[in-house]
T-cell receptor, first 114, second 111 residues
Framework: DTGVSQNPRHKITKRGQNVTFRCDPISEHNRLYWYRQTLGQGPEFLTYFQNEAQLEKSRLLSDRFSAERPKGSFSTLEIQRTEQGDSAMYLC????????????FGPGTRLTVL | DQQVKQNSPSLSVQEGRISILNCDYTNSMFDYFLWYKKYPAEGPTFLISISSIKDKNEDGRFTVFLNKSAKHLSLHIVPSQPGDSAVYFCAAKGGTYKYIFGTGTRLKVLA
């Protein structure tokens, strides 16, 4: 399978704990996006990487959230001191090239904060 | 501030007929629009896109129309098939890299 993969697929945690999600994009894709989706809503942009550089962050990404993409390959999204409001589907997408190409989404990580 | 709106949360269409999904936007600076389809337990998959310099783009059974003066785009699926049943999201490119999604329309194609 050469698509975008995300791990874990599901995560249940207690309020106040830290969690980390991983995204492996399609290998030649230089652009990587993180989104958050809650019930009845569309994906909300969180952050964008071009290669290893984080070029844009949403104001939704509070200081409890941090994302990295070391070496421009896989990416991690960490949430510190989780809150119940962080419960959502976290989606990763990747794309390639300099233009506005389509984004390929992973299956997402569903986070439940108890 | 919902810059991309899909006002119909759901739509039912008979198999073989046309499905029309609508999307409105408020930001005249958006320059690229996309439609995605999402099945349960999967991430969204790309369907079709259109640049703001065009008013129509067609790919097989799928056609997207863009009316810039009305800030409106629509996705036409002809003929509709039961496998088209899914949630459809429109998205617009806002800013340099940011894509803004609508809330989605659940399409049900009845056999």
């Amino acid at each position: 399978d050469t698509g975008v993969s995300q791990n874990p697929r599901h995560k249940i945690t207690k309020r106040g704990q830290n969690v980390t999600f991983r995204c492996d994009p399609i290998s030649e894709h230089n652009r990587l996006y993180w989104y958050r989706q809650t019930l009845g809503q569309g994906p909300e942009f969180l952050t964008y990487f071009q290669n290893e550089a984080q070029l844009e962050k949403s104001r939704l990404l509070s200081d409890r959230f941090s994302a990295e993409r070391p070496k421009g390959s896989f990416s991690t999204l960490e949430i510190q001191r989780t809150e119940q409001g962080d419960s959502a589907m976290y989606l990763c997408a990747s794309s390639v090239g300099l233009g506005f190409g389509e984004q390929f989404f992973g299956p997402g990580t569903r986070l439940t904060v108890l | 501030d919902q810059q991309v709106k899909q006002n119909s949360p759901s739509l039912s269409v008979q198999e073989g007929r046309i499905s029309i999904l609508n999307c409105d936007y408020t930001n005249s600076m958006f320059d690229y629009f996309l439609w995605y389809k999402k099945y349960p337990a999967e991430g969204p998959t790309f369907l079709i896109s259109i640049s703001s310099i065009k008013d129509k783009n067609e790919d097989g059974r799928f056609t997207v129309f863009l009316n810039k003066s009305a800030k409106h785009l629509s996705l036409h699926i002809v003929p509709s098939q039961p496998g088209d049943s899914a949630v459809y999201f429109c998205a617009a490119k806002g800013g340099t890299y940011k894509y803004i999604f609508g809330t989605g329309t659940r399409l049900k194609v009845l056999a």
